[in-house]
Nanobody, 127 residues
């Protein structure tokens, strides 16, 4: 099974940028569909962006389109989330997750569809 650890969170002013990383070990990320989720206080965990196996397809939630970019470096077995034009509403704990899918095109978006999770990294955007 794969183990995931996020890093790169922190405090940033509105309009700023952060790049989150998710280092994988145990298995290669290309064996899984991988995604970024976030959970703000008092809210449910929500899907932000994902990449299917071997990068066949990507998907972004409306809140991320045009501002966030998901990518992965297979040589480092690491997933990234570049976040630009950050807003106070982006404040949350950000998680990376991995899911087994039947095809290289499969890209789950539900929390319950992902089996492996990192511990999360806090992102705080000040106004």
């Amino acid at each position: 099974q794969v183990q995931l650890v996020e890093s790169g969170g922190g405090l940033v002013q509105a309009g700023g940028s952060l790049r989150l990383s998710c280092a994988a070990s145990g298995r290669t990320l290309t064996d899984y569909a991988v995604g970024w989720f976030r959970q703000a206080p008092g809210k449910e965990r929500e899907f932000i962006a994902g990449i299917s196996r071997i990068g066949a397809t990507t998907y972004y939630a409306d809140s991320a389109k045009g501002r966030f970019t998901i990518s992965q470096d297979n040589s480092k077995n690491t997933l990234y989330l570049q976040m630009n034009s950050l807003k106070p509403g982006d404040t949350a704990v950000y998680y990376c997750a991995a899911a087994r899918t039947g095809t290289i095109w499969g890209l789950p978006r539900g929390v319950n569809e992902y089996t492996y999770w990192g511990p999360g990294t806090q992102v705080t955007v000040s106004s």
